[in-house]
């Protein structure tokens, strides 16, 4: 298997949204479930957007698809635990969008999961790809990795 | 059907527990599936109970066992609204536990659901019941109804 | 506290919907959590209505709101165990509906765990209550428990 | 953005686990959340694992950790479709296991999602890696892709 690349820090990311942990999130293992990592990157990636102004379920003709979402993990994190997601811009093209996202345990520095997670902005009639709306640039930018 | 029952007032809780939603809370309906009321309420009980010291996974030869849940639906909740879950102690039996709970949207005083929550408590490699633990009857004295 | 009813039968229940288990159903003590039953209970009623015709996501102006659900817990149930969920009308009035429901474990005959649920039928525009659709009354008449 | 690969067919899978889907696994797009993938993988690995016998939770004192994830979304899955996840065995290292793995809807050919999953097999005590069990090793060989 390749080497793996080593875990990021708090200041390689842009924006932070905490995250509480619940008892259903541990597994048989007594840890998060890997699958949990995923439903904390899609909370972060969607806030960021509502609070920006530029997602509005009821209202909007458009929608961020996601095609892709990768994770890899570095340490465990257990309910009670508090967690905070690092989301940053990697990638802004035409109509899609590539996150990277890092999960951090308690107040660590060090991310005890990392991953990335595309979108493809679609009309939402017909599911072909459009633009990315103007909104969505504009609440993204600043989230580009410094 | 019969008369529901008014929501309580966040004063007829003595316990409080911030709780962050996920996108993948919202329903089809875009709020917050009826289902995860119930995962804040298995949450608010065990994090009560982990901060007090009286549950450890690890090594506990005893277990709450939930044996019955309730929840009534007065408002609706949606993404990324934080909530607040209320905890009482209702009633202290030898082996069981009945909870009181309430999930409060945002800053609202008026519960958005309610319910209960049945706790026995039993030996894990029997799963007879067992008197209630002493660390767990002093964890949950405090959480008496005023 | 109220001594509990004895858990009833398949031959109690008018439909059935088989559920597969999932890995991160188990939790920490390595049965399928408390909340995870509530989440079979929301997809047998719903896939019913679906399956009859009388419940269309992308063009309904009326929803059937969850205001109140219960279960009693009698049996573990455990990935990768399969259940089947049983399902029967136990009122129907001019705008609500209860339904009852059971989870049997694999071919067990008693049930792991019963409980109820209530919708009331609302106008989504105004989150009033209307009266029960005449497609959703169709549907669920056959459910009468016998 | 790179191009992205085909869409496998089942030929190109070993072994097949069938997946209900869940009212809850819709999200306020009504399509099967990007996340509850995940939680299909994780359900084939580990249902794989045990009925070959090599996996047994409560007495096994080394688990598979999960340390890396990813997947590929070509089409939606809504309830309540029927999924069937296939399942591959990609690489088998001295420690570790890299499965992939895709999600075919209904009676489909062509995959709606495509991913790879990797477990490092560690002594549970430590947390350090130990070789793949050869229990674990002798049910996955049958896993090679053809």
Tied chains: 1, 2, 3, 4.
Excluded at 60 to 89: I, K, M, N, Q, W
Aim: with cysteine; hydrophobic share 40%.
């Amino acid at each position: 298997m390749p080497p793996r690349p080593a875990p990021s820090r708090r200041a390689d990311y842009a924006h932070f949204t905490p995250i509480t942990t619940r008892w259903s999130d541990n597994d048989a293992y007594r840890h998060v479930n890997n699958v949990v990592y995923y439903g904390f990157f899609d909370t972060a990636v969607n806030q960021q957007l509502i609070a920006a102004g530029a997602l509005d379920l009821e209202r909007a003709d458009r929608a961020g698809l996601v095609v892709e979402t990768h994770c890899r993990y570095f340490a465990p994190v257990s309910f009670p635990d508090r967690v905070t997601v690092g989301l940053r811009l990697a990638q802004l093209g035409t109509s899609s969008l590539r996150y990277e996202l890092a999960v951090f345990r308690n107040d660590d520095d060090e991310a005890a999961a990392e991953g990335h997670f595309v979108h493809v902005w679609v009309d939402r009639a017909s599911n072909r790809p459009v633009p990315v709306p103007p909104e969505v640039r504009a609440a993204v930018e600043p989230l580009r990795r410094r």
